[in-house]
């Protein structure tokens, strides 16, 4: 099982950008699809997760702005982020849960400047 993160670029602050994660082969049951992010010399931290009831959470740093939704069809996962910041600047990572097993993606950039 592999995942895919796509959708990170540059952007100036303000703009929206949306990252999207999708798997490849077969993931039974995933319970947990969720971002993290890690910015330079930062510990890596979660920024939003959806669970198999479609319940949410998010980091108090991006609630408002940010919003993570689900494919199950697809085995994908996205996060519209608007209004973004210069301190939202990071590699953001997927993660996927199904029972004991974790998926991490490979990372994308955002990076929000001017």
């Known amino acids: 099982v592999q995942l895919q993160a796509s959708g990170g670029g540059l952007v100036q602050p303000g703009g929206s950008l949306r990252l999207s994660c999708a798997a490849s082969?077969?993931?039974?049951?995933?319970?947990?699809m969720g971002w993290y992010r890690q910015a330079p010399g930062k510990e890596r931290e979660l920024v939003a997760r959806i669970f198999s009831s479609s319940s949410t959470y998010y980091a108090d740093s991006v609630k408002g702005r940010f919003t993570i939704s689900r494919d199950n069809a697809k085995n994908t996962v996205y996060l519209q982020m608007n209004s973004l910041k210069a301190e939202d600047t990071a590699v953001y990572y997927c993660?996927?849960?199904?029972?004991?097993?974790?998926?991490w993606g490979q990372g994308t950039q955002v990076t929000v400047s001017s």
């Open positions: 082969g077969s993931i039974f049951s995933i319970n947990v």
């Open positions: 993660n996927f849960r199904s029972g004991t097993f974790e998926y």
